[in-house]
């Protein structure tokens, strides 16, 4: 609940000088939210934020999320991912729900920060009320047609979002009879996925991936029967077909960073008992993904990279370009390469050749995230010999 002098505050703010409110800086909206409790401070963001969409729309709730963002320890310590999964929240809700008409609005730049985490958000409920398969494909290839050329991920996240969408859609009906069944949960939302017509296989694999993404949640807070096995994480992904484990596996793969204690070298260790060495590889490196959101909390991230010397050669080269997408992940948004690009630097000046596999990542995140005018231009900050990745 918010601290009552602020939400005091707030209220006399917005309904005595709304039209003041508006001509202000998010700054100064922000500073009203400045609280010893993070919880209510975060809360109070929000508050702003839904203020902002309801009276000038997303766009102006942008402005306030990003200035959270630069400005605001409690928003940073938090996630970001977490926050763009809940300015999705807030655009289905505010925006589209009733009448999901996507056309109706302008989707920003902005929204592909925190790894898309604001698709992620906007899917799970639009695809949670319209759990239909041919409405899935309808979206998606809207938002393909629509933003591919400057938001190159745009397909594979819808569809990945609407894996989330289509698992809680199937939980409504769930028996609890059937708690902590991962195949009576999974069944029928993954052939939902299998009977996407246009989606191809790397966007179906995503919708896989968005069901299990669902399943690590519930985990965590013990819902509906399913937790964490701290011992066996992957265990869950025994239960199911074979040709669903690899996604399995990659989702369970999200919580590894508290399991490893942040220690690249027991990451390592942890992932060694997947068969699959390719597979290990990848939950490897989005383990790292996880450790570098931590790190962002008290800046630690160099002290991972350093870490990563430790490491065989193929997973110390991963440790370091999954460093760089973690940044990119979790960084300030359309800023997100100035951390990539610092790490990189040094990682060129000890190793010319992870220097290169590093800026390599840099231009492949850059790709996903930025129209080419902008992808031009961090490329030119490139060392010369490397400005043709």
């Not at 922000?30 to 401070?41: G, Q």
């Not at 769930?174 to 191809?200: H, K, T, W």
């Not at 100035?338 to 800026?359: A, H, M, T, W």
Request: charged letters at 25%; aromatic letters at 10%; proline letters at 3%.
């Amino acid at each position: 609940m918010l601290n009552k002098t602020i939400a005091g505050a707030l209220l006399m703010f917005v309904g005595v000088a709304g039209y003041i409110w508006w001509s202000t800086s998010p700054s100064y909206a922000l500073s009203l939210c400045t609280n010893s409790n993070m919880d209510e401070e975060i809360e109070c963001i929000f508050a702003v934020i839904e203020e902002r969409v309801d009276e000038e729309g997303l766009s102006a709730g942008y402005e306030v999320f990003t200035e959270a963002y630069k400005s605001l320890d409690s928003f940073i310590a938090t996630g970001c991912h977490i926050h763009a999964h809940r300015m999705g929240d807030i655009a289905y809700y505010r925006l589209l729900r009733g009448d999901p008409q996507l056309e109706s609005i302008e989707f920003l730049q902005e929204t592909t920060a925190c790894g898309y985490g604001f698709y992620h958000g906007l899917m799970e409920h639009l695809i949670q009320d319209n759990s239909d398969p041919g409405f899935v494909t309808q979206t998606c290839e809207y938002l393909k047609d629509t933003y591919r050329a400057r938001m190159k991920d745009i397909g594979i996240i819808c569809y990945h979002g609407s894996g989330h969408g289509l698992m809680l859609a199937h939980a409504e009906n769930i028996s609890p009879d059937a708690y902590g069944n991962i195949r009576a949960f999974s069944d029928m939302p993954l052939a939902q996925c299998e009977a996407l017509e246009v989606a191809n296989t790397a966007e179906i694999q995503q919708c896989f991936e968005g069901i299990f993404n669902v399943v690590v949640n519930w985990m965590v807070i013990n819902q509906y029967g399913f937790t964490y096995n701290t011992s066996r994480p992957f265990s869950i992904c025994d239960e199911i077909k074979k040709k669903y484990q690899a996604a399995c596996i990659l989702e369970m793969a999200q919580k590894l960073d508290m399991l490893s204690e942040k220690d690249p070298k027991k990451l390592e260790q942890i992932v060694s008992n997947i068969q699959d060495s390719q597979l290990a590889l990848r939950a490897f490196k989005i383990g790292i993904s996880g450790i570098v959101q931590q790190d962002l909390r008290t800046n630690s991230y160099h002290e991972t990279l350093s870490a990563c010397e430790k490491l065989t050669e193929e997973f110390e080269r991963g440790c370091i370009t999954s460093i760089v997408a973690g940044l990119f992940a979790h960084g300030l948004p359309l800023e997100e390469y100035i951390k990539p690009l610092e790490i990189c630097s040094r990682v060129f000046r000890e190793d010319n050749q992870n220097g290169r596999y590093c800026f390599d990542e840099v231009a492949r995140k850059s790709s996903t995230l930025y129209a080419v005018e902008k992808r031009l231009d961090i490329c030119r900050t490139f060392p010369e010999e490397l400005r043709d990745v």
